[in-house]
């Protein structure tokens, strides 16, 4: 008799997500002439940029050729987009990547669901509380957790509150973790963590041995200018972390998908018996195993934004969605509603009101009045409670009509 895996059944019925989309469909079936405008999953709008329109349709006339056609690509990546990854991103900022350490993917989405595959099942995880779901659920699955308790938390987890009271950057734990899973700019609390609280973190890294996933998706988010664009801004980062980076929010790839992820040479982890083994050796033999590469099409696509035109055009990209986001947060302001995040991030953090402190029941209310869609801060974990999330991903015209809405909320 075939057994299931039972870790899967520690998780909630469906993934936040779906349950949203659940609750849209129902509401939309219901009510058919509603215009309900989506501020609530976090995925593009806009096209792609011209540039990678362009990249895309000469790789793809290049497959329709014998001399130029190509089939299976190498399962870390076309060097041509690794390089100018490693030149563009890391060294003009004068920091230290080599393409070697570059694995291109189909995004951050996967990398942070799978990395946690090179790391041993009684590895103990410390992460933010609210947190993005999958670098939680993709651990519940492999049963490095205990089940779920009564106040929303998994056994066996160290969390790490991140809530107003500390401006939404998590602290280092008292005691001894292995693997430690950091995200800025945030999803969901659209903050961002600053040099003080990253050197903190690699310091806890270092005394303690352990190593820091950290997803920088939405760097390219980032308008301060003392804000880190990457984890390897930081003095000895290169010893503990591991980041990720996406095209999806940075040049609108989310339905063409592609991603990568930094393991630098010297970081290593210990086998049971003291041995010290690169991770970077593990994830190259994970990846060559389970994944046959991204598409030689999408790859032209995205090296294309590594060109004057591209970054310009990126830019463009980015920073409407960032006005989106000025929008969303000075319009609940004005109306009263507290907000944090949108300045650096796509993302609002916005605190329910007083009188409504489920961040589930606010969702259904905006719903059913606004026909609005936001995502309940709840599902990003119990210190997310009394909060919903918006983005700034739709369009101008739709954002300010939602801002219009959200005026007379009562």
């Known amino acids: 008799m075939a057994k299931v895996n039972e870790n899967y059944l520690k998780l909630p019925g469906s993934y936040l997500f779906s349950e949203i989309g659940k609750r849209a469909a129902k509401f939309q079936k219901e009510n058919p002439d509603a215009k309900i405008i989506r501020l609530g999953i976090g995925d593009v709008t806009r096209p792609l940029p011209q540039v990678c329109i362009d990249a895309m349709k000469r790789a793809a006339d290049e497959m329709g050729k014998v001399e130029t056609f190509r089939g299976y690509g190498p399962e870390q990546g076309y060097g041509f987009l690794r390089e100018k990854i490693a030149d563009f991103n890391y060294a003009r900022r004068g920091l230290k990547v080599s393409p070697e350490e570059i694995f291109i993917s189909d995004g951050s989405k996967c990398d942070c669901g799978n990395i946690q595959e090179i790391f041993a099942l009684d590895s ?93 998706a939405y760097a390219a988010y980032i308008t301060e200018p003392d804000v880190p664009r990457s984890i390897y801004e930081i003095d000895g980062a290169r010893d503990v972390a591991i980041e990720f980076r996406s095209f999806s929010k940075t040049a609108g790839f989310t339905g063409t998908r592609c991603g990568y992820i930094v393991i630098p040479e010297g970081l290593t982890g210990t086998t049971s018996t003291g041995e010290r083994v690169p991770f970077k050796n593990l994830w190259a033999r994970r990846h060559t195993t389970k994944f046959n590469g991204t598409s030689y099409i999408t790859q032209r696509g995205a090296e294309a934004i590594y060109s004057d035109e591209g970054q310009a055009q990126i830019k463009a990209l980015v920073n409407y969605y960032l006005e989106n986001a000025r929008i969303i947060r000075e319009s609940l302001s004005a109306a009263g509603l507290k907000t944090f995040g949108g300045v650096n991030a796509p993302y609002i953090w916005l605190k329910t009101p007083d009188d409504m402190p489920s961040s589930w029941d606010f969702f259904d209310k905006l719903l059913r009045t606004k026909h609005i869609i936001g995502t309940p801060g709840a599902g990003f974990g119990p210190c997310g409670e009394g909060y919903l999330r918006l983005t700034s991903f739709n369009s101008r015209e739709n954002t300010i009509e939602a801002c219009e809405r959200l005026k007379t909320f009562s």
């Open 124 to 216: 103990k995880i410390a992460i933010g509380d609210p947190v993005y779901p999958v670098y939680l659920d993709s651990n519940v699955m492999a049963g490095r957790t205990g089940d779920l308790q009564s106040d929303g938390h998994f056994a066996g987890v160290t969390y790490l509150p991140c809530t107003a009271e500390n401006h939404f950057s998590p602290q280092p734990p008292a005691e001894k973790v292995d693997i430690i899973y950091l995200c800025s700019p945030n999803n969901p609390t659209g903050t961002v963590l600053g040099k003080d609280a990253l050197k903190a973190w690699v310091a806890y890294a270092k005394a303690n041995d352990a190593v820091i996933l950290f997803d920088a």
